[in-house]
């Protein structure tokens, strides 16, 4: 059985009632629908790290079309920075590297 401990809990609200009611595990069912750990895995990496870094905030107003530009060439340059997949995986085949699941 696989640790699903990295999968953070659902926050509280008015549908706890069904969920503690549910007969099944939905951090196993995620993990069926996404279908593998490792990739699940990353999948929360990434959101946990761009989540804290302030480059990623939505803004308050709608920049201009020449700001939102700019600030998207920033964010790429800055998710380059944080090197989320092996090396290996940019000297793989094409397909590779954009698999989907």
């Known amino acids: 059985m696989e640790d699903l ?3 953070p809990e659902l926050p509280n609200g008015p549908l ?3 969920r503690n009611g549910a007969s099944f595990n939905w951090k196993r069912l995620k993990l069926a629908l996404d279908g593998d750990i ?3 895995k990353l999948k929360y ?8 870094d302030p480059l990623f905030a939505h803004p308050a107003i709608t920049p201009s079309v020449e700001e939102q530009k700019r600030m998207t060439q920033i964010q790429v340059k ?7 997949l092996p090396k290996e995986v940019f000297n793989a085949s094409y397909s590779k590297r954009v698999r989907v699941a």
């Open 5 to 7: 401990s990295f999968i």
């Open 16 to 18: 706890d009632v069904y």
């Open 38 to 40: 490792d990739q699940l």
């Open 45 to 52: 990496k990434v959101w946990r790290t761009l989540e804290k």
């Open 78 to 84: 800055k998710i380059n920075e944080y090197e989320f």
